[in-house]
């Protein structure tokens, strides 16, 4: 515990004195984040389409009711938050289904 505890206090003292330097020898990062995209109904139909997934196994995968999907679809609702930005991978990656197979296909 005592290596935590010191790791905590040099990294504060490190930017105490960072702060009341002139001269800046820590590295400072400026994160620009894309906003979450509103999707129109025909977006949805079309990246759900793109995958070949019909609408319950889409929302399976998105992690959303089947109902969800269909008033997304219908434009009764417009998916947000995390939803959206899976879509945004999605339209992104078209091989992002295959990478991460939350769905799996199984041939009858």
Known sequence: MGSVYESIITGLNEAI?????????????????????EYQA?????????????????ASY???SDKTVEA?????N???GAASRLLSMMEMDKNLIEEFPFVK????
Request: no cysteine; proline share 4%; glycine share 6%.
């Open 17 to 37: 004195e960072d702060a009341k330097s002139e001269e800046k020898k820590l590295v400072r990062r400026r994160l620009d984040i894309t906003p979450v995209k």
């Open 62 to 64: 998105i992690g959303v």
């Open 78 to 80: 417009h998916p947000s």
């Open 105 to 108: 296909i199984i041939e009858k």
């Open 72 to 76: 997304w679809e219908a434009g009764t």
């Open 42 to 58: 025909d977006e949805v139909r079309r990246i759900r389409n793109s995958t070949g997934m019909s609408q319950k196994t889409f």
